[in-house]
T-cell receptor, first 111, second 113 residues
Framework: DTGVSQDPRHKITKRGQNVTFRCDPI?????LYWYRQTLGQGPEFLTY????????KSRLLSDRFSAERPKGSFSTLEIQRTEQGDSAMYLC?????????FGPGTRLTVL | KQEVTQIPAALSVPEGENLVLNCSFT??????LQWFRQDPGKGLTSLLL?????REQTSGRLNASLDKSSGRSTLYIAASQPGDSATYLC????????????FGKGTHLIIQP
């Protein structure tokens, strides 16, 4: 158990709806990362926070995606106007000294 | 742009064999390299982290090596067991440790009882 939790574990939504995922790292993790993983692929980097500051965003993160980490603790990832191509596993990872520890992921299915 | 390749994509071996999983990366300016295990439908479990200044790391039956000059890492699994069956992912961490990890597609490993 890495201590990183994600909620919900599964989400089914209809195309066009908004969804929000939550990630809770352990308190020692001043860095927090979001990744997306599709079937048969390795995870792809989406965005990264150091404390509450969002320091980097991948080109994969379209305008429909937004992430926050308001108090440098938990983080949320929101997808607006979901599309079928957004169906994937969304993974969160915490870290402090280079090593990253992943949560169980949220599996999103867009119908 | 960093690219990570893992060979083979899939591997099936009898229980008890020693095996080697390969990972190559295109940009040798890495901060560290991390090996993960992923069980079906689950998140990633960190197995070994090798800092850029290190040549290898060991944990139990696992040994990972790093050769930055050739852009290669290997994960050696000794005396394989059915419980080792999983997908093994290699990830390179670039950019002074601040950028996200760049992952390979993984090696799907099956250990036959």
């Amino acid at each position: 158990d890495t201590g990183v939790s994600q909620d919900p574990r599964h989400k089914i939504t209809k195309r066009g709806q908004n969804v929000t995922f939550r990630c809770d790292p352990i308190s020692e993790h001043n860095r927090l990362y979001w990744y997306r993983q599709t079937l048969g692929q390795g995870p792809e980097f989406l965005t990264y926070f150091q404390n509450e500051a969002q320091l980097e965003k991948s080109r994969l993160l379209s305008d429909r995606f937004s992430a926050e980490r308001p108090k440098g603790s938990f983080s949320t990832l929101e997808i607006q106007r979901t599309e079928q191509g957004d169906s994937a596993m969304y993974l969160c990872a915490g870290g402090s000294k280079g090593e990253q520890f992943f949560g169980p992921g949220t599996r999103l299915t867009v119908l | 742009k960093q690219e990570v390749t893992q060979i083979p994509a899939a591997l099936s071996v009898p229980e008890g064999e020693n095996l080697v999983l390969n990972c190559s990366f295109t940009d040798s300016a890495i901060y560290n390299l991390q090996w993960f295990r992923q069980d079906p439908g689950k998140g990633l479990t960190s197995l070994l982290l090798i800092q850029s200044s290190q040549r290898e790391q060991t944990s139990g039956r696992l040994n990972a090596s790093l050769d930055k000059s050739s852009g290669r890492s290997t994960l050696y699994i000794a005396a394989s067991q059915p419980g080792d069956s999983a997908t093994y992912l290699c990830a390179a961490h670039s950019g002074g440790g601040a950028d996200g990890l760049t992952f390979g597609k993984g090696t799907h490993l099956i250990i036959q009882p």
